[in-house]
């Protein structure tokens, strides 16, 4: 009875009626003190002293901390997970419902008599029961439908009549492909309520039997381990082969029972002999149990017509398959390999890194732990993998060579057999190779079987590069290739020589200068000879042996000169199809920009913003390698006028790494032909991308040079822009007053050009610096007036963009309800336009309003959000900053528990990823929250890690907060002179910040203790 109420006192009359009910001993107090006198000495000699049963005049109480109370626990444990389902933290708050049902142990007050005790105990029992419901139904959130039908099966077994229950059971069948289980469970249930209780069943239930009969789209599976709010699981594979044999004892090995379970697989093999057509096949047939998605990466460690990639890159764009944004990818390696494995921690994903090099090129793609399948293919043995599988693919066995050769050749005929298995023979029995054959076989029949093997006897000499491939696999590529028609076989050395590792229909058009409807006839006979693949998207790539001999077959058979027109064509289809995407995507784009539209083959139809959009987003790298390319060889100005059309979207996507190698090359390029236009737009460019990047004082000499190249040119609207942006850079190094005069000499040039746009850029950047420079009046006028001049020229972006930058200054103005109202109507048009992550960054400064305001319903619902859309597009450092703000919000209602859930949580994800801010953060407030709930030691351990963390990392701000929490700590302890110390520590860092909070602290340390100066003085 006491340890329900631990540290609180029980009265001794509340005592008396739960030991003898309504019937008490005539001298009960008497008998009271006995039993206490008798606990107090069962007590001590059990535990000591930590345990103290106390008597007072009206009562007992016991002192107890209540955290080694097993019920306390429980409930402790049962609020954070409820806090963090709330959030749709689905998987700790199952763990921690889990846990806290292990803390039971048989039957609650076992042993005591009376009706208080047996009310109690049902009371507990329910608790009990309300847990596992909501455990379950996390787990059901989480997709584990199938490992809950047994277990809902034995707890409807004792518990016939709950109806959470029934429907939980229902929505694990439904979801396991048993509906019609499910229906039966209903109505044996609805019998039973109309028997025994005279009723229906609820409406709960009754819906949910509707939606089944209905089947109801929403009632699907949900894949085990994703979160409610995200997105389709990634599928980056290749076309699966129409045709697969003879691989089955490799296929067991990969997705049998043992072979299907998480790890790392190595695929060793010769070059053509099918590694990657089955790991892919692997990757199909398991996809079920690893429902996250299927992600597929080319290493091109062999291609010669791509560079390999190394681990920065590899990291970016398997990181971009998760749809992690790219503003959120790092810039090193390091923080790279730790969010790329933070989210395949939080996954269950085949990955596929198809032509591996070795361990220094995979290494940081591997992850530490996971539930993920991860195949590698490659043609050496990798040794240095750690515990690893691995799987050495030997060419086909007789009987699966000879049955994919008839299934492709068409061949069935028995007097055929000898012939066939000749071929397959002469083809070494390698898939690629016996592809390659059949095909020229089924399109020629089987007459000329015999001399087809025969020419596959005699492979080419000339290869100079034939040792890349069995001798099989180039004789193979050769008798296919002289199966073509001339212009066929010309097309063909035309992709040979494109430095792009896949091409679109256009594209191949431009190249081989030829109309769609003959590059269309051409790839179709590549595809039928096996020489030509389809790529995911409709586009067309080579085998990376096919691209080497295809080279090597324009080396011999093509003069350079027909080579440089044929890659010239392609660089000019790139040039004018890119500015055409970049003018429909940029109405207000400057003519002067655009490169002179070439002569080159029409691109496809870029109608709308969606059409350029994709069309850029599945294109960009294959420009950016032609603009390489280009820039090594004779078209330096066309690399630069690529890679300027490519400036705004890789800005909008935040390709950091790809923009700023892109443009440092633009401008060497503009620089050797002495073109100063060219240099001072790429050098406005970097600049741009040095400021984004956080290099200020690089940015401002780009800057600089931009102007002073435009000044010369008498480009005023050039100059304008490079005005402005020196303006920005200035912005990132807080030099506010040299911002603003930036921005005041762009806005007159704008004004004297009636560049509406130009001007409301200006004002905008201005706007924000005036605000700063405490000129409030000043800066929000100038930001109504920005935003008049984007409405008036339709620029949605910048109108969103103003209106969320209003929306701060109003919010640390005090309005805050036109703080709202601002963030509101920034919200509708990225809702329109498109930009989760600025609608994410939106509801987190409404969460901040209302927390402010102490509207806590608010304010959670509002950073709820942020927090779906965060997860949605994988947004790890986001979300932990989100779930420290939800954090401070229990905190701020004094729910302790729940606070602190949420904050492990964030400063869990933080350190998965590397985040030393969050893990800062998250610590702190953990501090906070244990010096709150008097838990002193707990606080200072804390406090002392968070300093050093603040020290270590560089943020003075977080140094300051952490000293008032360690002054607030010591104060609580009694230690004035300890609070007053670390106060003038955190006093001297924020008046060197010159923050607000300088001058609370000053009047805190006078305020502290005030008889403490008086006993010093």
């Not at 905008?764 to 008049?788: D, I, M, N, Y």
């Not at 640390?812 to 990225?830: K, V």
């Not at 989760?836 to 319903?857: D, F, P």
Request: hydrophobic letters at 45%.
């Amino acid at each position: 009875m006491l340890l329900l109420t631990p540290r609180a006192l029980v009265p001794a009359e509340t005592l008396i009626d739960r030991l003898w009910d309504a019937e008490p001993p005539a001298k009960a107090r008497e008998s009271l003190s006995v039993y206490v006198a008798r606990l107090r000495a069962s007590l001590r000699q059990a535990v000591g002293d930590d345990l103290r049963l106390l008597g007072r005049a009206q009562g007992y109480l016991l002192e107890v901390d209540p955290e080694t109370v097993d019920v306390h626990q429980f409930r402790r444990l049962r609020r954070q997970a409820d806090a963090l389902a709330a959030s749709g933290d689905f998987e700790p708050a199952a763990e921690l419902l889990r846990a806290a049902d292990t803390l039971w142990r048989g039957q609650a007050l076992a042993g005591i008599g009376g009706d208080w005790a047996a009310r109690m105990r049902d009371a507990l029992e329910e608790e009990r029961r309300a847990a596992v419901l909501e455990r379950v139904g996390c787990e059901l959130e989480l997709g584990q439908h199938a490992e809950l039908v047994g277990e809902l099966s034995q707890l409807l077994v004792q518990y016939p009549a709950d109806e959470t229950l029934v429907g939980q059971q229902m929505t694990a069948l439904c979801r396991s492909g048993r509906p019609a289980d499910a229906l039966s469970l209903y109505r044996e249930t609805r019998t039973r309520l109309i028997e025994d209780q005279g009723a229906e069943p609820g409406p709960a239930l009754s819906e949910l039997h509707q939606r089944i009969l209905g089947r109801d789209p929403e009632l699907a599976v949900r894949p085990a381990g994703r979160r409610l709010a995200q997105t389709e699981a990634p599928d980056t594979l290749p076309p699966e082969a129409a045709q697969f044999v003879g691989r089955d004892p490799e296929l067991a090995v990969l997705t049998g029972p043992d072979g299907g379970r998480p790890g790392v697989v190595v695929i060793e093999g010769m070059p053509g002999v099918g590694k990657t057509t089955l790991a892919v096949r692997a990757a199909r047939l398991v996809r079920d149990q690893y429902p996250d998605g299927t992600v597929y990466l080319n290493l091109h460690s062999h291609d010669p017509g791509s560079p390999a990639l190394d681990q920065a890159e590899a990291l970016y764009r398997l990181l971009q398959m998760l749809s992690v944004p790219a503003a959120q990818i790092p810039e090193t390696i390091g923080e790279r390999t730790a969010l790329w494995r933070a989210q395949l921690s939080r996954r269950r994903a085949v990955v596929i890194l198809d032509d591996a090099a070795g361990h220094d090129q995979i290494g940081p793609l591997l992850p530490l732990t996971s539930r993920c399948l991860i195949l590698i293919t490659t043609r050496r043995r990798l040794p240095d993998l750690g515990a690893t599988r691995s799987l050495t693919l030997d060419v086909l066995p007789v009987d699966a060579a000879v049955t994919l050769f008839r299934w492709l050749s068409g061949e069935s005929r028995d007097e055929d057999a000898g012939q066939i298995a000749a071929a397959v023979q002469r083809c070494g029995r390698l898939p690629l190779a016996i592809q390659l054959t059949a095909a020229r076989v089924a399109r020629d029949g089987s007459p000329g079987l015999q001399g087809l093997t025969d020419e596959l006897a005699q492979a080419p000499a000339w290869l100079s590069d034939a040792r890349a491939a069995a001798p099989e696999v180039t004789a193979a590529f050769d008798l296919s290739y002289r199966a073509l028609e001339p212009d066929h076989r010309q097309l063909f050395r035309r992709l040979g020589i494109s430095p792009c590792p896949s091409l679109s229909l256009a594209a191949v058009a431009a190249l081989g200068g030829c109309t769609y409807a003959e590059a269309e006839k051409a790839l179709g006979a590549l595809l039928d000879h096996h020489l030509l693949a389809q790529a995911p998207g409709g586009a067309f790539r080579f085998h990376d042996l096919i691209r080497g001999y295809a080279a090597e077959l324009a080396a011999r058979d093509d003069s350079p000169a027909e080579q440089r027109q044929a890659l010239s064509r392609l660089i000019d289809y790139y040039r004018l199809t890119a500015d055409t995407a970049d003018r429909v995507l940029n109405p207000l784009r400057r003519a002067a920009d655009a490169p002179a539209s070439p002569a080159a083959a029409p691109g496809p139809p870029l109608v709308t913003a969606d059409d350029a959009a994709d069309w850029l987003d599945a294109e960009w790298r294959n420009i950016l390698q032609v603009a390489r390319y280009a820039g090594r060889h004779e078209w330096k100005a066309k690399s630069a006028d690529l890679i300027g059309l490519l400036a705004d979207f890789m800005e909008n996507q935040a390709y950091w790494d790809e923009a700023a190698a892109a443009h440092v090359l633009a401008l060497q390029a503009g620089r050797d032909i002495a073109d100063p236009a060219r240099v001072a737009r790429a050098a406005l460019a970097l600049s741009a991308v040095r400021q984004l990047t956080g290099q200020p004082e690089e940015s401002i000499a780009l800057a600089e040079e931009a102007v002073a190249s435009y000044r010369s040119q008498a480009d005023r609207i050039g100059e304008a822009r490079a005005l402005d942006q020196l303006g920005l850079a200035h912005f990132g190094m807080a030099r506010w007053r040299e911002a603003v005069a930036c921005f005041a000499e762009g806005q007159i040039l704008y004004q004297a050009a009636a560049d509406s746009r130009g001007v409301a850029d200006t004002l905008c950047h201005s706007g924000v610096c005036t605000f700063q420079l405490g000129r409030h009046a000043e800066g929000t006028s100038q930001l109504r007036e920005a935003l008049t001049l984007y409405r008036a020229t339709g620029d949605r972006r910048g109108e969103a963009k103003v209106l969320g930058n209003l929306g701060r200054i109003y919010f640390f103005s005090g309005l805050h309800r036109d703080a709202l109202d601002a963030y509101t109507e920034a919200l509708e048009i990225f809702g329109a336009i498109g930009g989760a992550q600025y609608e994410a960054i939106l509801y987190q400064n409404v969460g901040s309003v209302h927390r402010y305001k102490g509207s806590h319903e608010d304010a959670l619902a509002a950073y709820r959000k942020a927090l779906a859309v965060y997860r949605d597009i994988g947004d790890l450092p986001n979300e932990a900053e989100v779930l420290n703000d939800i954090g401070a919000i229990y905190e701020s209602a004094a729910c302790h528990d729940e606070a602190l859930a949420h904050h492990q949580r964030a400063r869990a994800i933080a350190e998965e990823i590397g985040n030393l801010s969050q893990q800062l953060i998250a610590l702190r407030l953990t501090a906070d929250i244990h010096r709150g709930s008097g838990r002193y030691d707990d606080a200072m351990a804390d406090y002392q890690a968070a300093l050093r963390m603040a020290r270590e990392n560089g943020e003075p701000y977080e140094e300051g907060k952490v000293l008032e929490g360690i002054a607030e700590a010591e104060q609580a302890a009694g230690q004035y002179g300890g609070a007053r110390i670390a106060l003038r520590q955190a006093l001297d860092i924020y008046e060197r910040l010159d923050v607000p909070e300088a001058k609370a602290v000053r009047i805190r340390i006078e305020t502290i203790a005030p008889d403490y100066a008086a006993r010093i003085s």
